[in-house]
């Protein structure tokens, strides 16, 4: 039987981050080092009280519950509840952090072959791989009325947006939900950065001003890896229309989608505090200023960028000169392509580095 280990392969792009190697090569050689700015990977600390719930439940030897455990459920519904606003009448499923769900959203919802997935024009790679991977079509637009008479299966939203960092407006949000809701389609907002407004405050798709209480075709997806440092822990939820929630947990009991016991107790404490959430978020919003005013002082202009993990800056060129005029600094930063032509002009600056990694980006910008 012939192998047919490329056809997967075949029906993907080339993994993005795999095109920066010579610029991190040439960056790293900077007599000061490299300052890794190209990814959205946290480096604080994971909060104590996290790593102590973890230990506790490491004593697991039995398979752990697909759904979550009764904790683990009450306390995204009070999160969300009490955080966001979102009545405890949505449906709650732990994920394997946040981009196993994209990934595979198209798919565990049965969509393929003659399904359109939209997505932003400017937007996080793997909404277009949970497209191709279930072999439904992927059309990359922000305007609705640019869509005309497409049957839309799946639309995503993203807010505050990776890499852009803008904010969606309730006005916008409730325009969309409407929009889908004449036409039978099923909305995803992706909600990682909901923690990380900056000076703004972000609006769940499930807030009552969204969606009226009515949480039909509407899916949040969440992630803990940004609002408590668990990038490691692989920790993520999704939450929303009890039908589509009910349609994703029989799949993934199938398919083994569970996220271990020792992590739904850490999720659980993770989602029961406040205090490290709010002290992340200030060190996120010192960190924005700071790259903020050394980027313009150095010529860049910054658009959006108002929340979440990263600043959005152009030196109204290519965007691989720009990241090439950085890497020369010994600064790595990620092309705009890589989120779409749309971003051909612009580079993603993040926030995830030391206080002294930034501070010394700061120092090579004003060289």
Known sequence: MPHSGGRVSARLPDFPWDQLAPYKTRAAGHPGGLVDLSMGTPVDPVPPLVQAALADAADAPGYPTTAGTPELRAAISTYLTDRFGVPEAAAVL????????????????????GDLVVIPEVAYPTYAVGARLAGAQCLAADSLTALGPRRVSLLWLNSP???????????????????????????????????????????????????????????????????????????????????????????????????????????????????????????????????????????????????GLYLWATRDEDCWQTVEFLARRGILVSPGAFYGPAGARHVRVALTAADTQIAAATERLAG
């Open 94 to 113: 732990p994920t394997i952090g946040s981009k196993e769900l994209v990934a595979g959203l198209p798919g565990q919802l049965g969509l393929g072959a």
């Open 161 to 307: 947006a990776n890499p852009t960092g803008k904010i969606l407006p309730v006005t916008h949000l409730r325009k969309v939900v409407a929009w889908a809701r004449e036409r039978g389609v099923i909305v995803a907002s992706d909600e990682c950065y909901l923690e990380l407004g900056g000076a703004e405050q972000p609006v769940s798709i499930l807030h009552p001003d969204v969606s009226d209480g009515d949480f039909t075709g509407l899916l949040a997806v969440h992630s803990l890896s940004k609002r408590s440092n668990l990038a490691g822990y692989r920790a993520g939820f999704v939450a929303g229309d009890p039908a589509l929630v009910r349609e994703l947990l029989a799949v993934r009991k199938h398919a083994g989608l569970i996220v271990p016991t020792p992590v739904q107790a850490a999720m659980t404490a993770a989602l029961r505090d406040t205090a490290h959430v709010d002290a992340q978020r200030q060190r996120y919003d010192r960190r924005r200023e700071l790259l903020r005013g050394a980027l313009l002082a150095a010529g860049f202009g910054i658009e959006h960028s108002q929340a």
